[in-house]
């Protein structure tokens, strides 16, 4: 056999590396940081999709929705009712058997003669509730 120092070489480059690759104190994470990167791009997507997901759904529901108490509480807030006034608003409604939210298109269930015994009592205020919301004097 005869000696090649070329080859001696290459034998010697690659096997010092396998052997001392190991302990020259190299970071072990060289090989871990692309994988650690892909991860954190696929995770970054993800959760960018669930955030878009999630707002879609909050416009849909926001723009769809035959709720009659939603459309109730939207109407107070539009006519800045307080409390009380909305208390009232849903006595009355229950009293005559409708709808809350109708009583801000029928003028006529604010009529004082009509009122059921119950709210006799709050005449006054059904009054000057209508006053608020239809822009009358008196009923």
Known sequence: MTFNPSLWLLARSQDGYRLWGRFDHASTTSEIKPVLFLLGGFALV??????????????????????TSRLFRELCRAHQLSRADRRLLKNLAAAKAESPAMLFIKPESFDGSRLPDALKSEST???????????????
């Open 125 to 139: 205020a059904i009054r000057k509730l209508h006053a608020r919301l239809f822009n009358a004097s008196q009923i």
């Open 46 to 67: 993800a959760i960018l999709a669930i955030v878009w997901n999630v707002f879609k759904r909050r416009s849909q529901r926001l723009y769809t929705s035959n709720s």
